[in-house]
């Protein structure tokens, strides 16, 4: 595997002085890498973004897929930006009849795939949206559906942080260069 130096933005991360590379492409920094990475971990689950699910995900990645978790992770957000436009869609009709029943079907399949990866306060604000929707509480549901925006698009930046960060480390252990003196 052939790497191009010049497309990688010396600006990513940490240079190192001699070579002008940066420091993960030394392997000087894969501790590093794994420290941000466990240290974001952890803080998503102090705040109760994520839950346990998330980690039984872990445990069945391996070497047979290494993309496991990415691969579902991305399956999940695809599939909710899409439930998150019906549901606004939905919330947004002009006539005022609102689709409750479509509604509450629309944040349960949000809840079970959320449930599904451990996102915790997704799910829990979807709670919260559902009792609103069989309530026929347009407001309440408007309210709800920026708070399972809100918690989303939390989730979904950190996560994209988390597998940023670990393409890294797989980088830097596949790719090392000698330190120049």
């Known amino acids: 595997m052939k790497l191009d130096l010049s497309e990688i933005p010396k600006s990513s991360s940490k240079s190192n002085n001699k070579t002008g590379l940066p420091v993960w492409l030394l392997g000087l920094g894969m501790e590093r890498l794994r420290v941000d990475m466990n240290r974001l971990l952890a803080l998503l689950f102090h705040q109760g973004v994520l839950d346990e699910q998330f980690i039984q995900l872990q445990q ?34 002009k006539d005022l009849k609102v689709d409750y029943k479509k509604i509450g079907m629309h944040i349960n399949q949000f809840m079970g795939s959320s449930s599904s990866i451990g996102a915790k306060r997704v799910r829990n604000v979807c709670v919260d949206f559902r009792a609103a929707s069989e309530m026929a509480n347009r407001f ?40 120049q003196n």
């Open 60 to 93: 069945l990645q391996d070497d047979s897929s290494p993309n496991f978790i990415s691969e579902v992770v991305n399956i999940y957000f695809n599939e909710s930006d899409k439930l998150l436009r019906n549901l606004t869609n939905l919330l947004m009709e």
């Open 140 to 179: 309440g549901c408007l309210r709800a559906l920026e708070m399972v925006e809100h918690e989303y698009c939390y989730l979904k930046n950190n996560l994209h942080e988390y597998f940023h960060l670990e393409q890294q480390l797989a980088l830097a252990a596949i790719i090392r260069y000698p330190i």
